[in-house]
């Protein structure tokens, strides 16, 4: 079975800092990977996705996140990051295989990002 | 734009009590997921349902049932309500689609049991 772990579960910056939000998995079999936002009183959203292709993923508000295979991580990153950036992160992975429960997402315990003035 | 609703936002029930959660999304996916969010626990699926009137046991299924007679509603039951699922539940839905596996999500029913 696959599990995902966000090392940190908050990370305060200052306003126009660059932040890493922190992601590992663990898997048998190759993975799809998500990142998602969740602000104050809201549902999810999602960020970005790696399927395929290139390791660097671009997703809304700037941020990004590198796909690496070797180290098991996905980590999300931001060069300079806003008040309205202030939410909680949730790191996922769906299984790559052909069929049975490969839509399911295992989900972090999610990252608390505070940005402060 | 994908919509997925919750019946309630807030919801308050007593210890013993049958709660329904229901949701409905717009946009004919075949997918349907529930879920509960706990503070550093984050989400953890409790059923989630691939076709209509077809179900999968998630994680944490004890205590919960759920029901999908149509493809675009899918309800959450608690047969017997108990403080231990004071919590949020949130809904997501999903195409099945092998490139997708984007889910989108209702914006969550916070339930206190009393």
């Known amino acids: 079975a696959q599990s995902v772990t966000q090392l940190d579960s908050q990370v305060p910056v200052f306003e126009e800092a660059p932040v890493e939000l922190r992601c590992n998995y663990s898997?048998?079999?190759?993975?799809?990977l998500f990142w998602y936002v969740q602000y104050p009183n809201q549902g999810l959203q999602l960020l970005l996705k790696?399927?395929?292709?290139?390791?660097l993923v671009k997703g809304i508000n700037g941020f990004e996140a590198e796909f690496n295979k070797s180290q098991t991580s996905f980590h999300l990153r931001k060069p300079s990051v806003h008040i309205s950036d202030t939410a909680e992160y949730f790191c996922?992975?769906?299984?790559?295989?052909?069929?049975?429960?490969?839509?399911?997402?295992?989900f972090g315990k999610g990252t608390l990002l505070t940005v402060n003035p | 734009d994908v919509k997925v609703t919750q019946s309630s936002r807030y919801l308050v029930k007593r210890t013993g009590e049958k709660v329904f959660l229901e949701c409905v999304q717009d946009?004919?996916?075949?997918?349907m997921f529930w879920y509960r969010q706990d503070p550093g626990l984050g989400l953890r699926l409790i059923y989630f349902?691939?076709?209509?009137?077809?179900?999968e046991k998630g994680d944490i299924p004890e205590g919960y049932s759920v029901s999908r007679e149509k493809k675009e509603r899918f309800s959450l039951i608690l047969e017997s309500a108990s403080t231990n699922q004071t919590s949020m539940y949130l809904c997501?839905?999903?195409?099945?689609?092998?490139?997708?596996?984007?889910?989108?999500f209702g914006p969550g029913t916070r339930l206190t049991v009393t």
């Open positions: 997501a839905s999903s195409l099945r689609d092998f490139f997708s596996y984007e889910q989108y």
């Open positions: 898997s048998s079999v190759s993975v799809y």
């Open positions: 790696y399927l395929s292709g290139s390791t």
């Open positions: 996922a992975v769906s299984l790559h295989d052909s069929g049975g429960s490969n839509y399911k997402l295992t």
């Open positions: 946009m004919d996916h075949e997918n």
């Open positions: 349902s691939y076709d209509v009137k077809m179900k």
